[in-house]
């Protein structure tokens, strides 16, 4: 099997190298109008079908890859690192990508996947596509050159085959690990798509904005992929790492949200091109940030150049990374100076209270983000090459800097939507903003009570409580101006119809999937931005406990009703058993773990979480006390976490309600048997 | 009215100062401090989250941070101690010292010139009031984005 991986490695290599090459020729021969001895569309044909093969042979080395891990292999080097006998078989799967080659497959084979889809599809647009499929062959080829020469996965070991594995590492095996790395790497490969259509629009000079027509879908189910992925990291450091929080502002966490940021400011601002044929220069150089900002991330990362807890993702290929972002940027920079004519805006900004300055605004807003997560990520080199020593730029760094700029974004994400194309008037300012802003003091005064006191920042050196206050009383203010959105459409379509406001509002969101889908994922955001506020106020003990002894934390009592160790093929654990009651009342019982793996002797805690809307009641299990033998208990009080996986889940629904296709006032209307006026037809317009 | 307001929110404001002042107890400080400095040990992590099974420095480390507030030493004394004593990564961000002072201004500095960059682009071309040349769009780029303002709107 290994010797399979490896020629299928290499065939994936030549077949997507003759991709670039032939393709290359043939869009040359096409764009100059020469003709070779083969036609440059036969040409081009042969290019296609090479990438297309291309994934098949990548497939087989990405399944030869996990069959080694499943079989147990161990004459491959890469499952011996990675695997052993006792592994769980979800975890052996996910062996492909938790080391360094195996990793790099599983983004060779993800983009030739991607690859194989656009190639398929290629009749949307023959001749954009067939640029666009040159580029990502080149894309293709730079992975395939990195696992079949610097980081091979088939690698054989050397000396005698081991009987057994050095096991996957502790803090994944998790079942979220299964999914979360996928996630996040459909999401940075991704984004190769939109880069390399956009290139080759460039490229070709394509008229229009068709080409982002084409890449919209291919854009928001690479953004929810990579939302996805970054989330389930954040569930799966909170739920495993056992600190007690979701976020550590580690370069590799800092990596998958830069793309993350630049792509979203992308989904934004290329409405304005859509609709206005604004900001084209501005477009082509986000997307193409966005993909070298994935490129950059991973260079980061697993250079060495910065370090990181992801320890298991550094290495010496570095220098390819390096060399590959700046052909990149090269290609790119070329591209753009050759063609920059070609993106001359149609129109200009007429007002500055726009919807078109709002999305300006919250483009500089999204950059600057991103701009400060980079900064913070690289000055510690920074530092060490202007003063010749590291420092640390952690998370003090981004609570201080980035935090504002958050919560600056949060308050665009509730007026943009609230301004009107081209230009806005004060009176309908003051009409929309009423209500929203109402309820915003209102909450901003409400939640004083509740032990927000935002004045502690005069008086101590903590910041949190007064974000927190800002961005819950905002947060109000967003999601008031949200649904009077809908209230204002719904209405509009329940006055004509006859229906139900629900209903109504349900055939508003369907007849405008894009606009009303986008406002549910502003919706779910909040809920997130809600959500990481409440760090503000966690609350944590620790304590050595006997039997039946408690302490309190918040409303919960926790007491100790009995500690124990057990053990099985793949782990020995120690875990304690804990009542929880509030109020007097039992409310649950819950076991916090600290395993030892039998192959790598790595400990791992496996944390007890009793999760409420109010709050979670997060404890670990972190030892015993050496002196008594006694479970050492650590406890946390995080209020409103179990918001930001709420709003995960809207932000997802919301994304996949503006990636379905529109329904027609009238088809919508019949549905509903109700016979429509014509009128019905531009009711909606209301909302606007 | 609106004297009345200000007049009113002053003393509210000094009550509500005052009523807190008295707040950053040890605990609190202890608390606060533990996230400004990082675990030496390698795991890159804050000290006070740091939870890695038989850390060979956090449980001295806390000691050491309890130890010197108990001593009476100010935040800043505390931390320049660390900093002395294991060198500048146990900062879990850089002080407002020399250089490191360039890692708290680029951002929000950058970002202030951005905003007003942009306030000035967009005054600048709502000055040139004259209309943009029309386009040479072919039918079915017209085409296209007649489609796509029906379909982004209702």
């Known amino acids: ?688 | 009215m609106r004297r009345l307001n200000r007049f009113a929110l002053l003393p509210l404001l000094v009550v509500l100062g005052a009523a807190t002042l008295g707040s950053a107890d040890t605990e609190t400080r202890y608390n606060d401090l533990g996230h400004k400095l990082m675990c030496i040990c390698g795991c890159s992590e804050i000290l006070i989250e740091c939870n890695h099974v038989g850390c060979p420095d956090s449980d001295r480390m806390l000691g050491e941070l309890k130890a010197a507030i108990a001593g009476g030493d100010g935040n800043d004394a505390v931390l320049a101690a660390f900093q002395e004593k294991y060198g500048p990564t146990v900062l879990a961000a850089p002080m407002l010292t020399r250089f490191n002072i360039v890692a708290w201004v680029v951002p929000p500095g950058l970002l202030l010139l951005g905003l007003a960059g942009t306030f000035m682009l967009v005054r600048k071309w709502r000055l040139r009031t004259v209309a943009m040349p029309a386009v040479a769009d072919d039918p079915a780029s017209m085409e296209l984005r007649e489609r796509i303002r029906r379909e982004t709107e209702i």
């Open chain 1, 1 to 688: 099997m290994p010797a399979f991986g490896s020629f299928s490695l290499l065939i994936a290599l030549v077949l997507s190298g003759y991709n670039l090459l032939a393709g290359t020729v043939a869009l040359r021969q096409l764009a100059v109008g020469r003709r070779g001895w083969i036609s440059p569309e036969r040409l081009a044909e042969t290019a296609r079908r090479a990438g297309i093969a291309s994934f098949f042979a990548t497939g087989c080395a990405a399944f030869a890859l996990v069959w080694a891990a499943f079989t147990n292999d161990f004459s491959v080097a890469y499952i011996t690192e990675h695997s052993n006998r006792a592994l769980p078989a979800a975890y052996k799967f996910a062996a492909l990508w938790s080391g360094q080659e195996g990793s790099l497959l599983l983004w060779a084979f993800l983009l030739s996947a991607y690859g194989f889809v656009l190639r398929v599809r290629h009749k949307v647009d023959v001749k954009l596509t067939a640029y666009a499929s040159t580029i990502l062959a080149g894309i293709q080829v730079f992975f395939l050159l990195l696992v079949n020469v610097a980081a091979t996965p088939f690698s054989l070991v050397t000396g005698a085959i081991p009987a057994d594995g050095n096991g996957l590492n502790p803090l994944l095996q998790y079942p979220e690990m299964v999914i979360h790395p996928p996630m996040l790497y459909l999401g940075y490969v991704g984004f190769s798509v939109p880069f390399a259509f956009a290139l080759g629009a460039l490229m070709m000079r394509y008229p229009g904005e068709k080409w982002i027509h084409i890449t919209r879908r291919w854009t928001m189910v690479t953004w929810l992929f990579l939302t996805v992925g970054i989330f389930l990291g954040m569930h799966w450091a909170y739920s495993v790492l056992g600190w007690g929080g979701y976020w550590g502002w580690d370069p590799v966490e800092n990596a998958s949200v830069m793309p993350w940021l630049t792509g979203t400011a992308f989904l934004h601002s290329v409405m304005m091109q859509e609709k206005r044929g604004m900001m084209k220069s501005w477009n082509v150089w986000l997307i193409f940030s966005t993909f070298m900002l994935a490129i950059l991330g991973t260079l980061l990362t697993r250079s060495g150049l910065v370090s990181s807890v992801h320890a298991f993702a550094q290495s010496a290929i570095g220098t390819w990374f390096w060399v590959f972002l700046v052909i990149v940027l090269a290609v790119c920079l070329f591209t753009y100076i050759l063609n920059r004519d070609h993106l001359k805006s149609e129109h200009k900004l007429e007002s500055l209270v726009s919807r078109e300055s709002s999305f300006l605004f919250n483009n500089l807003v999204l950059l600057a983000a991103c701009f400060t997560v980079l900064w913070g990520t690289l000055f510690p080199v920074l530092s060490e090459y202007v003063q010749g020593n590291r420092v640390t730029v952690s998370a003090p760094f981004y609570n201080r800097v980035a935090v504002p700029i958050g919560v600056f974004l949060l308050f665009l994400t509730g007026i943009g939507p609230l301004l009107a194309w081209r230009s806005t008037s004060v009176r309908s300012i003051a009409k929309n903003f009423r209500l929203p802003a109402i309820v915003g003091l209102v909450a901003a005064i409400a939640i004083v009570p509740l032990g927000v006191h935002p004045w502690t920042i005069f008086t101590t050196d903590e910041q949190g409580a007064f974000y927190a206050w800002v961005t819950l009383a905002m947060s109000a203010f967003v999601i008031t101006a949200i649904f009077a959105e809908f209230w204002r459409g719904g209405k509009v379509i329940q006055q004509k119809s006859g229906q139900n406001l629900l209903t109504s509002m349900v055939q508003l969101t369907r007849r405008n999937t894009r606009r009303y889908g986008g406002y549910i994922v502003h919706f779910g955001i909040v809920l997130i931005f809600i959500g990481i506020s409440g760090q503000a106020f966690n609350q944590s003990h620790e304590q050595a406990m006997n039997y039946k002894q408690t302490f309190k934390l918040g409303p919960y009592t926790i007491e100790c009703l009995d500690y124990s160790q057990d053990s099985n093929p793949n782990y020995d654990t120690e875990f304690a058993l804990l009542n929880v009651y509030r109020g007097g009342h039992l409310v649950t019982r819950l076991s916090p773990e600290l395993r030892i793996y039998a192959a790598s002797q790595q400990p791992s805690t496996i944390v007890a979480n009793h999760s409420t809307l109010a709050w979670d009641l997060y404890i670990i299990y972190a030892g015993k006390d050496p002196a008594t033998g006694q479970p050492v208990i650590k406890a946390f009080l995080n209020p409103l976490v179990a918001w930001i996986w709420i709003g995960l889940i809207v932000t997802i629904l919301g994304t996949l309600i503006a990636l379905a296709p529109n329904i027609s006032a009238a088809i919508a209307a019949q549905r509903h048997r109700v016979a429509v006026a014509p009128e019905v037809v531009a009711a909606g317009k209301a909302g606007d």
